[in-house]
């Protein structure tokens, strides 16, 4: 047979091989087992799918869902399209505008994180396809990240939502962004601060060691603190500390030598020592002992003559720093106290407690066993039982253990000790879902618990508990723990608790829900039959939970008052005020101006002066502005008066 014939034959085995596997469904199984990854059909977070611009996941994955860990306990009401924006993803982003399962999954976060990430083309879609606007994060974060093509057009088509500030110059200069902070000074943005508590953009710069910036802002004649060489020295940076001192004349304090000893920069230390006169404290020697620099504590020791306190053993103790201990206790000028073998304790370091409790004399105090029982470190525990007994502990080690889940050391605790718990440790135990906590104590100390248990492990989430202490204790809950539940958004819990128990919520749950933001609780709430009134909307607006104004608008005949308008302007959701002006005729009140201005929500009290012009003028506007203080809102007052000229005039 020839090459080619040969290879023809195996090409058609290697395909019948592959069939084979692909239509036996555990055999594949088993092969994708060895891949990394997610599968599709077992896929379910939506906000990493889209951020990774999975958008075959996101068409086609069965189970994608939105809400979950990432876009609640990180980024709180961070929607799926902002991590999409996040990512640069703007076909993600595009095709999810033109979904109507994800079309509300927007927030400010969108614009703010693209810039941040230097984004523009996803900026300028979304200004181009979206009301969210953004906020004064988006220039920040373009700024710190040296994105200054962002950050001009930001400032150009944006500058009703972000504003500059001193504090993003100074970041920008902290970070070492020259190109951005050349660009705010020569537009015009930069002011030179002044004042007791100015923050000097030299300063950060230095801090950093961003000789470029540094050197920069000083040919421009920028002022700075000394504060400048402080940061300098407190990382190490000697080659920045040494240009300061040559080129500036704000000097330094006692911070330098200070803050280099804390983090064990014995270079920048002696050269202090050598070319400065602030010189340090005894913060210096306890810093580094604390930090475990034992050469620093011995040069500060032999050249310095500020000392050290008893700081300075306690703290190396604290931190199991054997050979900083053992060299203060030999050279030392002062000893340690109690808190030297109580910080040991808390570490669970035994041997530390075993060298302190043969060589010194202080002892320890009943913080040694609480503190070890928080940690959970029985060994330390037995350790101190067994050496020093009569300090004992308090009930605080039994109420650390049982709120910490250190179930070893309450049951050693239990047997051991007499000193006992309260009815904390029953209660801290349920708020943070330790349920075989709460059943062994339960079963084996009288104490029993509050009604706090029930409370805090409802609002947690922690079902389990909130079922075992309903079937096992008498305790009860307080009467308005279901409106914790719902400002909580524990929809599972508040659906048990319907079930299960007598209580409802003091007030109307279902605005409560609304207030909060947790449209799968209104719609829960809607389904088995609770009232509602026209403050679910108006709190929803306030808070500016546009998702559930809809989904109310469209689902319950109550609306909302005026009240909605009002507070949505108060809080600044302009595009709640927009939707409320498209689809609700309610209107404003003519207080709704000032509460806007008051709180500095100056582009809702444009959109106000704009949009309604009958309950906000411009001469109110003006009023208010001058009043508050806005003189950037009074101007752009002034200018829309000059736009707007009677008929007659014309």
């Given amino acids: 047979m020839t090459c080619e014939g040969k290879k023809s034959k195996l090409h058609q085995c290697c395909i019948s091989v592959m069939v084979d596997v692909l239509c036996n469904a555990p055999l594949f199984e088993l092969i994708q087992a060895f891949n990394e990854g997610t599968a599709l059909k077992s896929w379910t977070a939506g906000e990493i799918a889209a951020e990774l611009g999975y958008l075959y996941v996101l068409q086609h994955a069965p189970h994608v869902r939105f809400g979950g860990r990432t876009s609640e306990d990180v980024y709180p009401r961070a929607k799926a399209m902002d991590f999409a924006a996040k990512g640069g993803h703007v076909v993600v982003v595009d095709w999810m505008n033109s979904n ?136 190490g940076h000697l080659a920045m500390v040494q240009w300061l001192h040559a080129h500036r004349r704000e000097g330094c304090s006692i911070d330098a030598m200070n803050w280099a000893a804390n983090c064990g920069h014995l270079d920048v230390i002696q050269w202090l020592h050598t070319h400065r006169t602030e010189g340090c404290t005894t913060n210096a020697v306890d810093f580094a002992a604390e930090n475990g620099f034992l050469t620093t504590v011995q040069w ?98 039994m109420d650390f253990a049982a709120q910490y889940n250190r179930l070893e050391a309450l049951q050693w605790l239990h047997q051991h000790r007499q000193e ?26 009288p104490e029993g ?51 299960h128990r007598p209580e409802r919520s003091t007030s109307n749950a279902m605005a409560i829900a609304a207030e909060n933001g947790h449209l799968d609780m209104v719609q829960w709430l809607h389904n088995v039959g609770e009232t509602c009134t026209t403050k679910a909307m108006d709190l929803a607006a306030e808070n500016g939970h546009l998702d559930v104004i809809e989904w109310l608008h469209v689902h319950r005949d109550e609306g909302c008052s005026r009240e909605a308008m009002d ?72 200018k829309v008066k000059g736009q707007r000229k009677p008929l007659n005039s014309r």
Wanted: hydrophobic share 40%; net charge negative.
């Fill in 100 to 235: 109507p399962r994800y079309r509300s999954e927007c927030t400010t976060h969108a614009i703010d994180w693209a810039s941040s990430a230097g984004h523009l083309d996803i900026v300028q879609w979304l200004d181009a396809n979206r009301s969210e606007g953004c906020t004064s994060a988006a220039l920040h974060g373009a700024a710190v990240s040296g994105h200054v093509n962002v950050v001009s057009w930001l400032l150009d088509h944006r500058s009703d939502d972000v504003e500059f500030s001193m504090g993003t110059f100074y970041d920008a200069a902290e970070h070492g962004q020259l190109r951005v902070v050349q660009w705010f000074v020569s537009h015009g943005y930069y002011q030179r601060p002044d004042g007791l508590n100015a923050e000097y953009p030299l300063d950060g710069a230095a801090k950093n060691n961003h000789m470029a910036t540094v050197e920069w802002l000083h040919a421009q004649g920028d002022d700075a603190s000394r504060g400048a060489m402080d940061l300098a020295a407190e990382n």
């Fill in 300 to 397: 500060l020791l032999h050249h310095r003559t500020e000392g050290c306190t008893t700081q300075a053993m306690d703290l190396a103790a604290k931190n199991n720093h054997m050979d900083v201990v053992q060299w203060l206790h030999h050279h030392g000028p002062v000893g340690c106290t109690t808190a030297a073998m109580d910080g040991a304790a808390k570490g669970g370091h035994v041997g530390m407690l075993q060298w302190l409790h043969t060589h010194r004399h202080e002892g320890c105090s009943t913080n040694a066993m609480d503190f070890a029982a928080k940690k959970g470190h029985l060994d330390v525990l037995e350790w101190l039982h067994a050496h020093v007994p009569a300090v004992g502990c308090t009930t605080d080690a």
């Fill in 420 to 445: 006992g718990c309260t009815a904390d440790a029953m209660t801290f135990a349920a708020e943070y879902g330790h349920l075989r906590i709460v059943q062994w104590l339960h079963d084996h100390r």
């Fill in 449 to 499: 618990c509050t009604v706090d248990a029930m409370d805090w492990s409802a609002k947690n989430g922690h079902l389990d508990v909130v079922e075992w202490l309903h079937l096992n204790r008498t305790e009860g809950c307080s009467p308005d723990v279901v409106d914790t539940v719902l400002r909580a958004g524990q929809l599972p819990v508040l659906q048990w608790w319907y079930a």
């Fill in 567 to 638: 507070l949505a302007a108060e809080n600044g959701h302009v595009h709640v005020l927009q939707w409320l002006q498209d689809h609700r005729t309610e209107g404003c009140t003519r207080e709704a101006l000032e509460l806007a201005i008051a709180e500095g929500q100056v582009k809702a009290a444009r959109w106000l002066v704009t949009h309604q012009p009958s309950k906000a003028s411009v001469a109110k506007c003006m009023a208010f502005a001058k009043m508050y203080g806005f003189e950037d809102l009074r101007d752009w007052c002034v």
